[in-house]
């Protein structure tokens, strides 16, 4: 704990001296924003909840893969030395895990403010809907921070990265959008039972892998 502990801190303070990186992210979100009410400003009878939903979740799945694939990439590879000499596999990858699920709950709470404000906000459920928000920020964060640790291995990352985690994503991303439309629909609570046992089973499991598989990774 107390090696995760001081690699969490010392992830926010590079990101408190280098703060282009999170402004950047936000600059990204509300731009994404602007340009999505200039398109559907002009056409107010097509932003139907379904739209709004999908749009929205897109948005936030986009600066999630622009935010966390610098988990990796940017550490030097003598850097990458001081940690293996120092800290265990677990606490590193447990730390990047822990960190980029606070940056993506920020963006992700920052974003939706922001969407519903320019956008308008046809959520019949917040607390559901926030509860969707919780889960899909620690699942995009669990799944790219992996990825992203075994694409820094290869020499075209992005791209990598992309491929790899697209067939992981795809069915998170569909379970969130279902989970969040019945949220908008203001649907019971038991209604939504599966889709919210499903995404915890999902980041669950990714958890538990990185935290199995990643010190093979580290080893290479």
Request: proline fraction near 3%; charge should be neutral; include cysteine.
């Amino acid at each position: 704990m107390n090696e995760i502990s001081t690699l969490i801190w010392k992830e926010v303070t590079l990101e408190w001296r280098q703060k282009y990186a999170l402004s950047g992210m936000l600059l990204y979100v509300v731009s994404t924003v602007f340009v999505a009410y200039l398109s559907f400003n002009l056409r107010r009878n097509q932003l139907t909840p379904i739209v709004w939903n999908t749009l929205f979740w897109i948005i936030l799945l986009f600066t999630a893969v622009n935010a966390i694939a610098k988990s990796f990439s940017q550490e030097r590879h003598g850097r990458l030395i001081y940690y293996y000499n120092l800290c265990s596999p677990h606490a590193i990858i447990i730390s990047k895990i822990i960190y980029n699920s606070m940056i993506m709950l920020l963006l992700a709470l920052i974003g939706f403010v922001i969407y519903s404000f320019v956008m308008g906000n046809p959520v019949g459920d917040m607390g559901l809907f926030l509860i969707c928000i919780v889960l899909s920020a620690v699942g995009f964060a669990s799944v790219l921070t992996l990825v992203a640790g075994i694409a820094s291995k290869a020499d075209n990352s992005a791209t990598l990265m992309a491929v790899l985690s697209f067939p992981i994503i795809l069915p998170m991303l569909l379970m969130t959008i279902r989970l969040a439309k019945n949220a908008l629909d203001g649907l019971d609570w038991s209604v939504s039972t599966d889709e919210i046992t499903t995404l915890l089973s999902i980041d669950a499991i990714v958890i538990t892998l990185s935290y199995l598989l990643f010190p093979y990774l580290w080893k290479s």
